[in-house]
């Protein structure tokens, strides 16, 4: 607490303050209310049809695949494709999302095997519901917790990642109202990742390679009309 | 880490005979500079950006103290620890003591140039922790025993074949037969040998790009995902942070994130953006079970209120150096510490001293480039020059310098005996330099002569030149 205090102090003599002033503490607590928007690009700001079209733009750009199917039912044949054109084992790991366990996998897919739970680094396939997408840049947002375990996201070679047309939204600022709105005012799910194409590095002589550490392949299923 | 800064010119004498140096260099100049002018090409509303992102972190500065409250109280609330600390040496501190409470044998970290600043790595080996580095440039720089040449390549000055040899010296449980002639094959390893250690470790240790106060929220920006494994995978996971890396609102995070990554590789948004609140909650099956935040001041909270507090807007994109001409000549182990570039010849004095670090606010043209392509507009030359001011004020500058300078004032107060010399001494070089129209020696500038010839001047002084031409100006110039 000492150190804590001593911080404090130091920033407030040198900003020539005591931190008592009513009318700085006002316009914190106004910002942190407020929370205002800034400039959000225009790129974003078209009917849903157009946003969707710019999401898949902006996610192949960045070597992600999209693929589109038309309702949940379709999933599991939709995955099964894309492994087998990968040629990769027909298994997968998912977490407890409901979304994804109503999934008809028994039926269709009945020889994709499915095992549940968080990665401990030996899966090869992850699947994942994204809690949004976002059309400017192309990005899908998942939350961690027992439904989309966050190690899904980073372990496995492969992760294939479920997103509903319908909550593909234009901008940043759109998806943070709805983290709010599910999750109420200035509280968020211990993990947010927004994720942007396949795991990649720069770091030896500037060259792009991807699968760093994280996937080497990102594959996007949006579902809906 | 052993501060080479006073030795600067020596530093970038040796850095200009560096072939293996000057190949990487060539790196920096081509790519960063057209992806990142790509990227701004795409988006129309960039500068936009870059002004929303400066108020941002100028209203955050003037009111620093009240918005680290809201953060720590809210990182409180989630269920994390905040940690403040005064030093680098009160953050070690205080990193050691949660690694040896987890009982921490080795720790991951993400790339963090705070924790480079604080000489984490070396000070946990000390005491018999194994820190190991991450992401794939720190990696390498952690194998050949260096310091980050760049803020956010730290490997930029290594080639390929230097990178394999280390690979080649370091992992001898490899077959020594395997082929790593294409950079993939390095990735390849270099991702299963730190897949092994991801697992292992008890500690993950990352930086923050931003703290959220709104929500308590830390968060990262990576594009190799290392960072992203070093904090889930732990079961402790310690954020290191300085204190101006506080930003308001999730909305303030959008602003800046658009500027960032732009600014840095070129990318419209880079792959993982994460935000981390708090440790594992009751239901999650992975996470770290206890989430801690060391908060670091060591010497910025003077720079607020002063002629430096601008450089406390740095979100540490790098534009500045890649941009910056004598970066591209020297690369960053000549600056001689943590941080390179014009954002290092800002910075480095105000947190080692200008007496050790005065060369660098020095060892700029002025061209202005930095600045031109700083997202948060942080006017570098300024600041350069007001560390020159400091250093001249403090005596610090050599003595042939100040001599020179009180020479060149005398005249310059005098503006009648100014053109009158200086019209004497062009002419007369004028004459002299005729023949050959250079010098390849004069007195008193064998600063500039010992490396290029001097061009000969043509004859008139400027001012004798612009009153000759008054005409063609239709008069409108001055008297």
Known sequence: ?225 | MQITSPQFKSNAAAALGDRQLQRALSNVEKGFVEKRAAAVGRLPEFEALRDAARDIKNHTLSHLDLYLEAYEAKVRESGGHVHFAETAEDARAIVLEICRKAGARTVTKGKSMITEEIGLNDFLAANDIEPVETDLGEYIIQLRKEPPSHIIAPAVHVNKDQVEADFRRVHTHLDEGRNLEEPSALLSEARGVLRAKFLAADVGITGANFLVAETGTSVIVTNEGNGDLTQILPKVHVVVASIEKITPTLEDVGQILRVLARSATGQDSSVYTTFSTGPRRPGDVDGPEEYHVVILDNGRSAMLGGEFQDMLRCIRCGACMNHCPVYHAVGGHAYGWVYPGPMGAVLTPTLIGVDKAGHLPNASTFCGRCESVCPMRIPLPKMMRHWREREFERHLSPATQRLGLAVWAFFAKRPRLYRLSTRIAAGALAMLGRGKGRFASLPFAGGWTAHRDLPAPQGGTFMAQWKARAPERNGSGVR
């Open chain 1, 1 to 225: 607490m000492i150190s804590r205090d001593t911080v404090l102090s130091k920033i407030r003599r040198s900003l020539g303050v005591t931190g008592a002033e009513t009318e700085r503490r006002a316009a914190v607590t106004d910002r942190l209310q407020r929370a205002p928007a800034g400039v959000i690009p225009k790129r974003g700001q078209v009917g849903r049809a157009e946003q969707q079209a710019l999401f898949t733009d902006m996610a192949e750009k960045v070597q992600a695949s999209v693929a589109r199917v038309a309702s949940p039912a379709d999933i599991p044949e939709a995955v099964a494709d894309y492994l087998r054109g990968r040629n990769l084992p027909l298994s997968l790991k998912m977490g407890s999302d409901e979304r994804l366990n109503a999934l008809p996998f028994a039926e269709k897919t009945p020889f994709l095997e499915i095992a549940l739970g968080a990665s401990d680094g030996g899966d090869l396939v992850g699947l994942s519901h994204a809690f949004a997408g976002i059309a400017e840049t192309g990005t899908v947002v998942l939350e961690s917790g027992p439904d989309n375990p966050s190690t899904l996201n980073f372990l496995p070679d492969t992760h294939i990642v479920v997103v509903r047309a319908q909550d593909i939204e234009g901008d940043y600022e759109t998806m943070l109202a709805k983290v709010r709105d599910r999750y109420g005012k200035g509280v968020m799910p211990r993990t947010v990742n927004m994720i942007t194409g396949p795991s990649r590095s720069g770091d030896i002589e500037q060259t792009l390679l991807l699968g760093a550490h994280g996937p080497r392949d990102l594959h996007i299923l949006v579902v809906g009309p």
